[in-house]
């Protein structure tokens, strides 16, 4: 086994989980199966994270990172193409990493301060970026149908997932429309 770096250690261990987490449930999978499909022992798992769990939310809060990414919202063009461009990519990611969404929105009910604080960044990351790419008034009502948007989203999306009666390009339209009303709103 090669020596690695803390950090190339911790990523090595962090996509060995990703890979195991999309294949299985949580509660199907054992620590003996991550160290396995990861080629470390159990100890040096242990040795990064203290318990399944922790390791679960670590794997998780690298995939909110990553659905951050894809949804960035460019300067160039105006604010509709922008944020079209960041909800078309942020789909695209969502249907081909289902399993991972599912986990998000599901567990940021779930009573888990780990995984709730990786939820609400998402969300209020993409709150703060509609804001400023739409040059908004950043105010408490603003913020409160912002807020309530993304929910929509996470809600739609999980419906979309589910039950697979609508195209990316509809949904699209759908989450868009409901955006620019409520952006109209008085």
Do not use: C
């Amino acid at each position: 086994m090669a020596r690695l770096s803390t950090a190339a250690r911790r990523a090595q261990l962090l996509s060995a989980g990703r890979e195991v987490f999309s294949a299985t449930p949580y509660d199907r999978v054992s620590i003996d199966d991550l160290a396995a499909a990861a080629g470390v022992s159990k100890g040096l798992l242990y040795h990064y994270f203290p318990d399944k769990r922790s390791f679960y939310v670590e794997v998780l809060r690298v995939v909110a990172l990553d659905v951050l990414q894809v949804s960035e919202m460019s300067e160039e063009g105006s604010a509709a193409e922008s944020i079209a461009t960041a909800v078309d990519g942020f789909l695209t990611y969502v249907r081909e990493n289902q399993a991972f969404y599912k986990a998000l929105v599901r567990g940021s009910s779930a009573a888990d301060d780990g995984l709730e604080e990786v939820v609400e960044t998402v969300r209020w990351t993409t709150v703060a970026r509609v804001i400023e790419r739409t040059q908004l008034q950043a105010t408490p009502r603003s913020e409160a149908l912002l807020y309530g948007w993304v929910g929509l989203i996470e809600f739609t999306v999980m419906n979309w997932l589910v039950r697979e009666d609508m195209d990316q390009e509809s949904l699209k339209g759908l989450i868009l429309g409901a955006l620019f009303q409520l952006l109209a709103t008085p």
